[in-house]
């Protein structure tokens, strides 16, 4: 099976703009989750989506948001960017939600705001 | 709060010799998992191990293996027999009942031929 795989990989913007990545999980895979990676803060938890539907949903302002499709791609959204979003986004997926699922993560997306 | 530390910012090791690596957290959960994640230069996140922590029997994958000890919240993480391709970021990762996973700050780890 193919793996998690996101795109674009590398994303140069700048602040103000906004911008929109994109999640294909494994097939098969229905729950997929976003996670922020900075080398101050680590990696942090976006949120997660399920049968289209969020889930669960971590610590970051409203200029963060997502979606999932009916085939269970995601994309997540950064309105209004600013340079603290420079980060690498990573996605994970996996097969159902349930605490014994576990997450397959996808290269990331590396943003750059200048 | 739910929190994960890892206290050894950066560990080395001989090629072919056993690292540990260290990994505590702080839960009020009575069900919950526990993973350790390999992050490569190539920053794709690679799952090495989970435990499940209403099983008392400690997980191993081929060279890796934990020592879980519940009632200390330790998870630490053996890698036996070290290889250069071990080198890489890890990182112990939580999961309650909540889905999120919660990871601490990572050990860099360097393998010395």
């Known amino acids: 099976k193919a793996g998690v795989t996101q795109t674009p990989r590398y994303l140069i913007k700048t602040r103000g703009q906004q911008v929109t990545l994109s999640c294909s999980p494994i097939s098969g895979h229905r729950s997929v989750s976003w996670y922020q990676q900075t080398p101050g803060q680590g990696l942090q938890f976006l949120f997660e989506?399920?049968?289209?539907?969020?889930?669960n949903k971590g610590n970051f302002p409203g200029r963060f948001s997502g979606r999932q499709f009916s085939n269970s791609r995601s994309e997540m959204n950064v309105s209004t960017l600013e340079l603290g979003d420079s980060a690498l986004y990573l996605c994970?997926?996996?097969?159902?939600?349930?605490?014994?699922?576990?997450?397959?993560f996808g290269p990331g997306t590396r943003l750059l705001v200048l | 709060a739910q929190t994960v530390t890892q206290s050894q910012p950066e560990m080395s090791v001989q090629e072919a010799e056993t690292v540990t690596l260290s990994c505590t957290y702080d839960?009020?959960?009575?069900?919950?998992?526990l993973f350790w994640y390999k992050q490569p230069p190539s920053r794709q996140m690679i799952l090495v191990i989970r435990q499940e922590a209403y099983k008392q029997q400690n997980a191993t994958e081929n060279r890796f293996s934990v020592n879980f000890q519940k009632a200390a919240k330790s998870f630490s993480l053996k890698i036996s027999d070290s290889q250069l391709g071990d080198a890489a970021m890890y990182f112990c990762a939580y999961r309650p009942g909540a889905q999120k996973l919660v990871f601490g700050q990572g050990t860099r780890l360097t393998i010395n031929p």
């Open positions: 994970a997926s996996s097969p159902r939600q349930g605490i014994q699922e576990t997450q397959y």
């Open positions: 839960t009020s959960e009575s069900d919950y998992y």
């Open positions: 989506y399920f049968s289209e539907t969020q889930r």
